[in-house]
């Protein structure tokens, strides 16, 4: 299907070449075209600019007419855990009562709770769970996602949920990457011998999911009370060998040393990162991994937010996520997202589409084609309604502001 999108009023994060990552004062930058036309063929963006250069016969097109309206690229979400089953509303009444997250996890909830929900169900209900979470990202603008194993903890579950994820990536037309977490907690069975968890990992899940392809990254939840630095380097450089590029849960709540093992692997993300220092400021500084932001957890657990201020003045670049899941952030809508970096974290409406769009691609892998209106790039993209202007997207974060959704060239409905 062949589209033109005429009258554009603001085409925004407009790049003629392909760029990796902002970092720093770069992510300042937004690049926008005012009175603009979007041509989308074969599935790509063929062309664009403002409405005076527009020299294609219209007639070719399928045409939509976006005056008053904005065109974005799709939201990148780098970090989500949607493939999980039920729910736990009754966690979120224990945190009202006052117990903490790992209080909640010492009583049998947490992520052995979802574990144990997840065992109970099938492999097609499965499925139908997660596809419904798939089709309210796409409806708030989601084009890719990263999606994670880890409510698994054993070899034949967490098999399951990536054959989940694979089958969303086949039949949905959202982008999506699959990070195997197999490390995510320590399973009831092996409360007293982590060792034994992390040596079952190792030898057993890590090359069936490499057998099966099911996987690009491999993350670790590298925490106290979860796993150690030490084991996080046993378990991604297992990875490695078998071509799992490694993304790290670190320093959410403590100073954990996942950062450094992140960057030690190449890590493509570390996420998180609520209890990080000069140090390793520093350290991210000087690597190729980016920091992929979680406020939405951050808010939900009610915690001290990341410095990303901090972070661009080390010239670190920042992705956001949802970090969408059951226990900490049940939310898939990156606008929410984007207004709570904008008021906990003071980025600016400009910062925030970066990390959204551009750095999330980068964040999964996926710069070359997709988060930025370039030629060439895959045509994942949103049409607002009526707007007065892109900081309106942050600021009415509870408005339905979407329009229209374009996945792989192809109208959403």
């Not at 491999?218 to 993304?247: P, Q, W």
Request: some cysteine.
């Amino acid at each position: 299907m062949a589209i033109l999108i005429k009258n554009i009023k603001k085409l925004v994060q407009v790049e003629d070449e392909i760029i990796p990552v902002k970092r720093g004062t770069q992510m300042a930058t937004l690049k926008c075209i005012d009175n603009a036309f979007l041509l989308i063929e074969g599935g790509f963006i063929s062309d664009y600019g403002h409405m005076s250069q527009l020299m294609s016969d219209e007639k070719k097109y399928e045409t939509i007419d976006a005056s008053g309206k904005m065109v974005f690229p799709s939201y990148c979400d780098s970090h989500t855990h949607i493939v999980y089953a039920g729910s736990r509303e009754k966690e979120f009444v224990d945190k009202i009562r006052g117990f903490s997250y790992q209080e909640i996890a010492k009583r049998g909830g947490g992520i052995l709770n979802s574990a144990r929900h997840l065992h109970e169900t099938s492999q097609e209900k499965l499925y139908f769970q997660a596809l419904a979470r798939v089709k309210e990202m796409i409806s708030f603008g989601t084009g890719a996602v990263e999606i994670k194993s880890g409510y698994g903890l054993n070899t034949e579950d967490e098999i399951k949920m990536l054959r989940v994820i694979k089958r969303i990536s086949e039949e949905t037309p959202i982008t999506v990457k699959s990070t195997f977490l197999g490390a995510h907690a320590i399973p009831e069975r092996y409360r007293e011998n982590r060792k034994g968890y992390v040596d079952e990992i190792i030898n057993e899940m890590i090359p069936v999911v490499a057998s099966e392809e099911l996987a690009e990254y491999i993350d670790v939840f590298c925490e106290k009370g979860f796993f150690s630095a030490e084991d996080s380097d046993r378990i991604l450089n297992a990875g490695l060998k078998y071509g799992l590029r490694a993304t790290v849960h670190a320093n959410q709540m403590s100073e954990s040393g996942g950062v450094e093992i992140g960057i030690k692997y190449d890590a493509i993300s570390v996420s998180h990162l609520e209890f990080t220092g000069v140090k390793q400021y520093e350290r991210l500084a000087k690597s190729e991994t980016i920091a992929t932001l979680l406020p939405g957890a951050t808010f939900f657990l009610e915690m001290d937010y990341p410095s990303a201020r901090i972070m661009m003045d080390y010239d670190i670049p920042i992705a956001l996520a949802t970090n969408y899941n059951p226990g900490s952030c049940p939310c898939g809508d990156m606008k929410f997202i984007s207004a709570l970096a904008c008021l906990k974290m003071k980025m600016t409406p400009e910062e925030v589409f970066n990390a959204t769009t551009i750095n999330g691609a980068y964040a999964m892998g996926l710069g070359e084609t997709h988060g930025t209106i370039t030629r060439g790039k895959c045509a994942n993209i949103f049409i607002t309604k009526e707007v007065p202007s892109y900081e309106f997207i942050p600021y009415a974060f509870s408005t339905p502001l979407i329009d229209t959704v374009i996945l792989n060239g192809k109208i959403y409905e």
